[in-house]
């Protein structure tokens, strides 16, 4: 303190005002920025430890042991390494030395090896075997390269161990294998089978036993194994002689299917099972798939008010994405997306187009109502097919709209005043009791009450709800009103005469069995609908057999048409002298007595009937 | 279904002649047949004969609708127009309205027609005139009233009305329900 200070630099000192005067720039900077660049400078104390550290240090390195020759031949001459023998017991002792990759620690192992040669041989199997390996192969390369540098023997004993742990895993995963392989799950298996390598020799789609279907229905499967189950289970049956499991019967195979689809697709399994009559199992899938979506939404032109190619520019100004329906529709068009609601527009809204589904438009077309004609609409809710033969008249002639329900006759009103049809009468009667109100029509469109199991994609409900009960009671329905609806025909019109039956459903009893049941009980015959795509109608089915003019009946399929199920027959009213249910029993006889009432009643009209 | 009494038909034909002027008898007397008025269940329908010899075969409970409904009867006898008679009001229609693209939407909501809508207008309409709703492509909207005379339009601010709103085609949507 005596000496360092300064008397020619005064530094005020103490609590006082002074002090604490800012002293300029240079000195006050000094204060917070130290130069560090040079090196320390240490204090008298500080020498000395500093001393004292280096002396410890240089201690250390001089108590390392000398390697290799003390003598002048150090620079040259090499130790030998210790060569191991296989049979002695000092080797395992000697091995575990192996282990250990620094040389330096040599000298402690030799400790070691006293205490081990009293202790005897521990070690287990595994080491045993690996060790042995490694033994022959490090004595091999030991003698071969004694020159390698530390690093180079540690990454080969690396190498070694990793071989020797190998070869353990092989053993252990073919051991594995056999133990699962009758627990593994057949989609594993199955996998094999998909993948075409070893199609025959692989392993094959196996039927779960008894317990593990047990299991399946307490635990909770994944759908993807579903999914992969019900592919490969289709496969199997598509090449039933060369993979089927033998012993195993066709029925068990198809049993797990219907399961694995009813669980996968949310169907009970009645539905399921008229699915599988209907459908050859390739195209099954397919059409359950297309059930899970929608099918593309459609406008039907409105050509009183305006004409496909106007309405087509007017919508696409407006942000709508839009193409033609197909060449079989003038009228049609189909809605990729659009930036306004379809059901808002203002052109909506004038009427100059109608929501209508694709298939809606085939009964109609298939009808193809002539000008100043009375036509009937037995079902006519919520009004798209009525306004349809509307324009197709020309707003000549009367439309008679009826339905059943009288809230959706609203929807009826509504659309008639909004597409400016003028020709319609709207009546709310029970279609059965048509012929007593009014008789004597040129055309009839029944689009019959049904199941729905065209337009699951519409409505997923269908899917659970619908059983026998509902079908059958529907079909008796249909009946009752495709006979109202033939009586309604007058089949002396000169330009019609006509009735179109429809359904949204694809059941057969419900399409099929309910024409053939009109074609036994009513002077009626089947034409040719007038379109010339969709599937054509059953004229057999299972234990049933129709009339064969039933393959002039059309089906429509979501899978193969892209629009909903439907089913469209186009009948010819020719006499209309009802036969008497005693002349009604049996397609032999009903052919003779029509041929007789031919002869008999001759108020048929001038034309010329083809049978 | 019966035909109109002549109280009935005066006040009708009274109030579409606010729109169309004289010619209502165009609607009656047409080239292809006879038209005429028929009143069910307080609506007023219009339909050709044909169809009237048809309808008669229906019983009144079960008769929904006759050719078009024109506008209903309220309880106290007097005549509202539905949006339904458009079609038939649109192409006699003396006096018409215009509307901008911008302004067509809150027309089909129900809203009044403002200045700032207007986009053209025929000339010497009075106050209080029935007009016909067109938007700029010329598609019928609905009908109105007029709320100024064509030249009070021109100098009247742009956020009062021109048009009262009576009935836009939005109404199919809206009220589906009254249309029956």
């Known amino acids: 303190m005596g000496r360092k200070l300064d008397p020619t630099n005064k530094v005020k000192r103490g609590p006082g005002k002074k002090a604490r005067k800012q002293q300029g720039a240079e000195t006050e900077l000094a204060k917070f920025l130290t130069d560090e660049t040079g090196p320390k400078r240490l204090s008298s104390r500080g020498r000395k430890r500093a001393a004292k550290r280096i002396q410890k240090s240089a201690e250390v390195t001089e108590k390392q042991p000398k390697k290799g020759f003390t003598d002048e031949n150090s620079k040259w001459l090499k130790p030998a390494k210790r060569k191991r023998k296989v049979d002695e ?16 620690e040599e000298e402690e192992e030799q400790e070691l090896l006293q205490k081990k040669k009293d202790q005897g041989k521990k070690s287990g199997k595994l080491a045993e075997k690996e060790v042995e390996e490694e033994d022959e192969e490090e004595e091999e390369d030991d003698d071969d390269e004694e020159m390698l540098l530390p690093i180079e023997r540690a990454a080969k004993k690396d190498k070694k161990l990793k071989e020797a742990l190998d ?31 070893n199609t025959d020799e692989g392993e094959r789609f196996r039927l779960p036993g008894a317990e593990e279907s047990e299991m399946e229905g307490v635990t909770p499967l994944d759908l993807k194994s579903i999914h992969q189950r019900i592919k490969d289970n289709i496969d199997v049956l598509c090449n039933f002689s060369t993979k089927r499991e033998p012993g195993k019967d066709r029925t068990e195979y198809i049993s797990l299917l219907k399961k694995d689809l009813c669980t996968y697709y949310s169907y009970n399994s009645f539905l399921m099972e008229k699915f599988m009559d209907l459908f050859p199992l390739s195209e099954l899938v397919d059409f359950l798939e297309a059930n899970e979506i929608h099918r593309p939404v459609t406008i039907r032109t409105n050509t009183l008010k305006t004409r496909r190619r106007d309405l087509a520019q007017a919508l696409i100004n407006r942000g709508v994405n839009l193409d033609p329906l197909g060449k079989w529709s003038k009228v049609g068009l189909v809605i990729y997306d659009s930036s306004v609601p379809i059901g808002a527009t203002p052109e909506y809204l004038a009427g100059q187009y109608m929501l209508q589904g694709a298939s ?25 097919k009525t306004t349809y033969i509307a324009q197709l008249m020309r707003n000549t002639g009367v439309i008679v709209a009826n339905d059943a329900n009288a809230d959706r006759l609203k929807s009826v009103v509504g659309n008639i005043h909004r597409l400016g049809v003028t020709n319609t009468v709207v009546s709310n009667y029970d279609g059965r009791q048509f012929p007593k109100v009014m008789g004597g029509f040129d055309r009839v469109l029944l689009d019959a009450p049904c199941s729905g199991t065209g337009v699951i994609a519409k409505d997923p409900a269908v899917k659970t709800s619908k059983d026998e009960a509902d079908i059958r009671r529907s079909a008796h329905l249909q009946k009752e ?34 024409v053939d049941y009109a074609l036994k009980k009513r002077n009626v015959k089947l034409v040719p609908t007038g379109l010339d795509f969709g599937t054509e109608g059953f004229t057999r089915f299972r234990e049933r057999k129709f009339h064969p003019s039933l393959k002039l009946s059309r089906r429509f399929y979501p899978h193969s048409h892209n629009m909903d199920g439907f089913f469209v027959a186009k009948l010819k009213k020719f006499s209309n002298v009802i036969p008497t249910a005693a002349a009604g029993k049996g397609n032999r006889k009903n052919k003779n007595r029509k041929s007789t009432e031919r002869e008999q009643y001759s108020a048929t009209p001038s034309q010329s009937y083809d049978f | 279904m019966r035909p109109l009494t002549e109280e009935e038909t005066k006040t009708m034909f009274e109030k579409l002649s606010k729109y169309i002027g004289e010619n209502i008898k165009l609607l009656v007397d047409r080239p292809d047949g006879t038209y005429c008025f028929r009143l069910h269940n307080d609506r007023v329908y219009y339909m050709s004969e044909k169809i009237l010899k048809l309808a008669t075969n229906i019983s009144r409970d079960k008769l929904i609708s006759v050719g078009t409904c024109f506008g209903k009867f309220t309880k106290t006898k007097k005549f509202r127009l539905h949006i339904t008679a458009l079609d038939f009001l649109a192409p006699y229609a003396k006096f018409k309205v215009w509307v901008k693209p ?12 403002l200045k700032s809508g207007l986009g053209r207008i025929t000339e010497n309409t009075m106050q ?27 100098r009247v601010d742009p956020m009062s009305i021109v048009v009262f709103h009576q009935a836009d085609v939005g109404e199919f949507i809206r009220s589906e329900d009254t249309l029956t």
């Not at chain 1, 009964?363 to 009937?376: H, K, N």
């Open chain 1, 89 to 104: 017991p000092e080797n395992e002792d000697d091995s575990n030395e192996h282990w250990e990759e620094e040389d330096e």
């Open chain 2, 128 to 154: 209080y005139q029935g007009v016909v709703v067109y938007s700029m492509a010329d598609v019928p909207l609905g009908f109105g009233v007029a709320a100024k005379t064509t030249q009070e339009c021109r």
């Open chain 1, 167 to 197: 070869l353990e895993s092989d053993e252990d995963d073919d051991e594995e294998e056999d133990d699962e392989e009758e627990q593994k799950s057949d989609a594993e298996m199955d996998e094999d089978d998909t993948i075409q390598t």
């Open chain 1, 360 to 384: 809606s438009f085939l009964p109609v077309m298939a009808l193809s109502p002539q000008e100043g004609e009375l036509v009937l609409d037995m079902s006519s809710a919520p009004g798209g």
């Open chain 2, 102 to 113: 911008g302004a067509e939407q809150s027309f089909l909501y129900g809203n009044h027609v």
């Open chain 1, 481 to 514: 009103l495709i006979l109202a609806a033939i009586d309604s025909v007058n089949a002396e019109s000169s330009t019609g005469g006509y009735l179109v039956y429809c359904t949204c459903s694809i059941t057969v009893e419900e399409n099929e069995c309910v």
